[in-house]
């Protein structure tokens, strides 16, 4: 029989099939490595995507976190881990995109160190002040900061981050002077916006919803394109007319660079699968988070804006980790 050029095709593309398949056909399990502890809002997120993709695929999803440094020890661990698709990291905009300008040196690269297999989820910031505030939007907010200079601060859940930037752009749009105060973590920073202690915070929608619902602090502002449909009545920045203020807090899930590129395509496949189950993506939205899923080329391309764009803004600043 003649072996023509159209079968020595197919057999190249069964080869790579069975190369591909071989990957997930083995017993063991993915090991998905998160930089936050164990109940965390994004451990929930990746345990529920998690849950999902063992229905689907009948492959168990470990969850390994690894917390501390700024997601340094967690991106350590992986950039180390044999690039066999069987260890991922879940990266935040603040490892792969604010860390590399703010640290003079890291245990990791951001961009040479990792491929991409799809976005995550994303939330925006919202911006929320003290109730005693005489302000429902922005404009009125900076105008009674600049007659009450000694108010002028905010809170942020850790220097370096999107929350501690977004009150310097806030600063540079406006001609007002914020004082960054940071905090260690997402809840106490809003109990002292609570009870008198700080003049305006930036948080995402979960640490606020409660006391806002009480009327216990004001919510002004989204850094979202678009408003939260569970607050309808907020505005994004972009509407009151600061579009530099829209970003959202991001995650995508990494692999070590020298995956090969036909098991990252697989795994996004799968992954982007699960989190686009209706009952996923409720369970998501639910815990203020939508789901960025996409493919590895695009979320690539996505991490290097992100990275551009606040390494642009870090410069600014001039602040560096100690």
């Known amino acids: ?9 197919l057999a190249f593309g069964i080869t790579l099939f069975s190369h591909s398949a071989s990957v997930f056909a083995r017993n063991d399990s993915i090991t998905v490595v998160v930089p936050y502890s164990s109940g965390s809002v ?10 999902e993709y063992n229905k689907l695929f009948n492959e168990l999803i470990i969850i390994e976190n690894k917390p501390g440094a700024g997601g340094a020890i967690a991106a350590q661990h992986v950039a180390r881990a044999q690039p066999n698709g069987k260890t991922i990291l879940m990266g935040s905009s603040g490892m792969l995109s604010i860390n590399p300008y703010t640290f003079d040196k890291l245990p990791y690269s951001a961009d040479k160190d990792f491929k991409a297999i799809t976005g995550f989820v994303a939330a925006p910031m919202l911006m929320a002040i003290n109730k005693e505030v005489p302000a429902t939007n922005v404009k009125e907010f900076v105008e009674w900061i600049n007659s009450h200079p000694d108010q002028a601060n905010y809170g942020s859940f850790s220097t370096g981050n999107p929350s501690h930037f977004a009150g310097f752009i806030l600063n540079k749009a406006t001609g007002i002077q914020l004082v960054n105060i940071p905090y260690t973590g997402g809840s106490r920073y ?3 916006l609570v009870g008198g202690r700080l003049t305006s915070l930036f948080a995402q929608r979960l640490n606020l919803e409660a006391f806002y619902k ?12 678009n408003r939260d449909s569970a607050l309808p009545d907020v505005a994004t920045f972009k509407e009151q007319g600061l579009p530099d203020l829209t970003f959202m807090m991001w995650t995508a899930l990494l692999v070590p660079a020298n995956t090969d590129d036909m098991v990252i395509k697989q795994l996004s496949q799968r992954f982007n699968e699960a989190m686009s189950q209706p009952a996923i993506t409720q369970r998501l939205k639910d815990i203020d988070f939508q789901s960025i899923a996409s493919s590895p080329e695009k979320t690539n391309e996505f991490i290097l804006s992100e990275s551009k764009r606040w390494g642009a803004i ?8 100690n």
């Not at 994004?42 to 849950?51: I, K, Q």
């Not at 009327?215 to 394109?225: P, R």
């Open 1 to 9: 029989m003649k072996f023509t050029k159209k079968m020595a095709v």
């Open 214 to 225: 009480e009327g216990l602090l004001k919510i002004i502002a989204t850094s979202g394109e």
């Open 42 to 51: 994004l451990d929930t997120a990746m345990r529920v995507v998690a849950e």
């Open 314 to 321: 870090v410069k600014e600043t001039g602040f560096k980790v």
């Open 190 to 192: 809003v109990q002292d």
